[in-house]
């Protein structure tokens, strides 16, 4: 599976994105979708999963309550909404895939995923 993301850019502090990853390839259904993130200097750190089902869906600490990622096989993507949004969300956000035997599994470690797209840039002002 190739993914692509979008949605990427700059806000103020409180405001909300929508990033956006279109996944090419057959059976986007089986696959658990995440969402890492990778600030300048820092190790790239996990964020959200949903399971393949859409259904499931884990949060970090640092966004729980605040971000929310959806799944649609349908379109064969994966979104992740951003609300109240601080300047330490400012980060490259990426798109993450991984083959999954089971409809609610939410796997949240970097080596569980497979496959990565390039990212896109979240800047956060204050």
């Known amino acids: 599976v190739q993914l692509v993301e979008s949605g990427g850019g700059a806000v103020q502090a409180g405001g909300s994105l929508r990033l956006s990853c279109v996944a090419s390839g057959p059976n986007f259904g089986y696959y658990a979708m995440g969402w890492f993130r990778q600030a300048p200097g820092k190790e790239r750190e996990w964020v959200a999963t949903?399971?393949?089902?859409?259904?499931?869906?884990s949060y970090s600490d640092s966004v729980k309550g605040r971000f929310a990622i959806s799944k649609d096989n349908v379109k064969n993507s994966v979104y992740l909404q951003m609300d109240s949004l601080k300047p330490e969300d400012t980060a490259v956000y990426y798109c993450?895939?991984?083959?999954?035997?089971?409809?609610?599994?939410?796997?949240?470690?970097?080596?569980?995923?497979?496959?990565w797209g390039r990212g896109t840039q979240v800047t956060v002002s204050s």
């Open positions: 949903v399971s393949r089902s859409g259904i499931g869906t």
């Open positions: 993450a895939a991984t083959w999954s035997t089971g409809a609610y599994l939410r796997p949240t470690t970097r080596e569980d995923f497979t496959a």
